[in-house]
């Protein structure tokens, strides 16, 4: 099985992606195909110094390359794997509908925070803080005595992986696939 784990980084006020990261993985072989990682910000700032506000008149031809690629992946994979599913299809179909690009999603979803307060019955109230939620998980999953404290999506990406293992397998990702753990190591 061919799972795409996603996490983006948005800005607040335009809903622009900052940066995106995804990483492709085959749980048949326990092998990453791929992992991605860009930085979109750097535009975002340029255009803003340039044009002075948030209404850009150039397209982002790097983002339409990244998104392009991405849907591509989209329809590969099994499974997509966010923290946020809804927010994930949310911000892919406004930078969809920005940069013209058709976004066409049939692939089956698995969002980590629901499936997170199923399980662990939690009000809504206590995870709305959106950007520790996932340590919040991954700490409680792996009985971890510190705490990430980076927003980087790849790293997300990773732990992502090895807490949609642990939901769906039981087990820990890491003694399997030795790569993942480098990964995170290599990324925190």
């Known amino acids: 099985m061919k799972v795409l784990f996603v996490d983006v980084i948005v800005d607040e006020e335009t809903n622009h992606i900052l940066h995106i ?7 048949g072989q326990y092998k990453t ?3 991605q990682s860009f930085d979109i910000n750097l535009y975002h700032r340029a255009h803003e110094i340039f ?3 948030h209404n850009y008149v150039v397209q982002n031809n790097q983002l ?16 997509i794997v966010a923290l ?11 930078e969809a509908i920005r940069t013209n690009i058709s976004m066409d999603i049939n692939t089956s979803s698995y969002c980590i925070s629901s499936v997170y307060k199923k399980i662990f019955r939690m009000p809504d109230d206590r995870l709305d803080n959106t950007d520790q ?12 005595s510190y705490m990430y404290c980076s927003q980087c999506t790849l790293l997300n990406c990773i732990l992502m992986l ?9 087990n820990d990702i890491e003694k399997i696939d030795l790569n993942v753990k480098h990964m995170r190591i290599h990324n925190s």
């Open 21 to 27: 990261s995804y990483i492709f993985y085959n749980f």
């Open 33 to 35: 195909l791929l992992t």
């Open 51 to 53: 044009n002075g506000n």
């Open 64 to 79: 339409n390359r990244i998104l392009a690629i991405l849907f591509y992946y989209i329809r590969l994979a099994d499974v």
């Open 84 to 94: 946020n599913y809804e927010f994930l299809l949310k911000v892919l179909q406004e």
């Open 133 to 144: 939620l996932l340590y919040i998980i991954y700490q409680e999953l792996f009985a971890i």
């Open 162 to 170: 090895r807490i949609y293992y642990k939901f769906t397998d039981g």
